[in-house]
């Protein structure tokens, strides 16, 4: 059974930093994508960023493009987000999800997901 664990929930004023941790388990996720997604009160859930297991490479939403880093450790099972220069705007509870092969940004697309964690930007 695939359980994704987040951690790293936070808050903080406006242009810190932080760090938001996925803790992956139940399969072996070489075959997966991985992404980040978001959902504000009142908004839909949106995509942040992606990033195939096996490959490396990445991809990020346009407001987040530059200021948000995603990456994952093999050895540890875990996939990150390294949030810098984070604005009020960023304020959301942050959610890790998998798909297996490569798939789009669409949450619809994502077969299991965390149960979110909060992060809070001050202005």
């Known amino acids: 059974q695939v359980q994704l664990v987040e951690s790293g929930e936070g808050l903080v004023q406006a242009g810190g930093s932080l760090r938001l941790s996925c803790a992956a388990s139940?399969?072996?996720?070489?075959?997966?994508?991985m992404a980040w997604f978001r959902q504000a009160p009142g908004k839909e859930r949106e995509f942040v960023a992606t990033?195939?297991?096996?490959?490396?490479?990445?991809g990020y939403a346009d407001s987040v493009k530059g200021r948000f880093t995603i990456s994952r450790d093999n050895a540890k099972n875990t996939v990150y987000l390294q949030m810098n220069g984070l604005k009020p705007e960023d304020t959301a509870v942050y959610y890790c999800?998998?798909?297996?092969?490569?798939?789009?940004?669409?949450?619809?697309?994502?077969?299991?997901w965390g149960q979110g964690t909060q992060v809070t930007v001050s202005s």
């Open positions: 139940g399969r072996t996720f070489s075959t997966y994508t």
């Open positions: 990033i195939r297991w096996a490959y490396g490479d990445t």
């Open positions: 999800a998998a798909a297996w092969g490569s798939v789009g940004i669409q949450p619809r697309m994502y077969d299991y």
